[in-house]
């Protein structure tokens, strides 16, 4: 049985090219369609592409095509995929 608390849990005691991996993987097996609701993948897509900024709920888009930078369409606020994964390990950590 595959668990992202788990694959987190491991995450956080590899590093961040781990944690990473995890989100790719968390990512990368719905890519098929097989579990389309799942609630870890929506939680991570909102994480990463709503503005994380106080009261704005933005979308994050990227600034270009193969850009690793998102902004938001509201307010602005920039966000690398870099600051994703910090802020993302940050709060796995609590
Ligand atoms: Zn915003």
Do not use: I
């Not at 049985?1 to 968390?26: C, D, H, I, N, Y």
């Not at 900024?53 to 509201?74: I, K, M, R, W, Y």
Request: glycine residues 6%; contains cysteine.
């Amino acid at each position: 049985m595959w668990s992202f608390e788990q694959q987190l849990g491991k995450a956080e005691a590899e590093g961040t090219e781990a944690a990473r991996s995890a989100v790719a993987a968390a990512l990368a097996a719905h890519s098929d369609g097989r579990e389309a609701a799942d609630p870890t993948y929506l939680q991570l897509f909102l994480l990463k592409y709503v503005c994380s900024e106080p009261d704005c709920f933005g979308t994050l888009v990227p600034l270009a095509p193969d850009a690793t930078t998102h902004a938001c369409n509201l307010c602005g606020a920039q966000r690398t995929d870099a600051e994703f994964m910090a802020e993302l390990e940050s709060s796995m950590a609590t």
